[in-house]
């Protein structure tokens, strides 16, 4: 079956932000995102999962424990398994992104600060 976020039941996170799930097994999850204009995701890790953060349309800010990275449209980021990370959108624009997490993401996330 073909997936898009036409035909995905989404879910809301963060501050208005959305998700759309268009891949969810138990080794892979395949996640498209909306976060609007000056939103961000709190600062976490995943103990097993690595993700792949993909931007569609927008600017992204991934901060890392020692690092930040900004990315726009067409470009990608891998944050390895337990890094303490933190997506963010300073624009004025919606960011649309993928986040693909291997494995999947389900009970492996833990809430901290930098």
Request: net charge negative; glycine share 4%; with cysteine.
């Amino acid at each position: 079956m073909k997936k898009s976020i036409w035909n995905s039941k989404s879910y809301s996170w963060g501050d208005n932000c959305t998700a759309w799930p268009l891949v969810a097994t138990e080794r892979l999850s395949v996640k498209q995102e909306l976060m609007p204009p000056m939103t961000f995701e709190k600062v976490h890790f995943h103990r097993l999962s690595q993700q792949f953060f993909y931007v569609l349309n927008g600017y992204a800010t991934i901060v890392l424990e020692d690092q930040t990275v900004e990315l726009k449209a067409n470009e990608g980021f891998l944050v390895p398994s337990g890094i303490k990370h933190q997506i963010k959108n300073h624009s004025t624009q919606e960011l649309h992104f993928l986040v693909i997490s291997e494995p999947s993401t389900f009970e492996d996330r833990t809430e901290e600060s930098f």
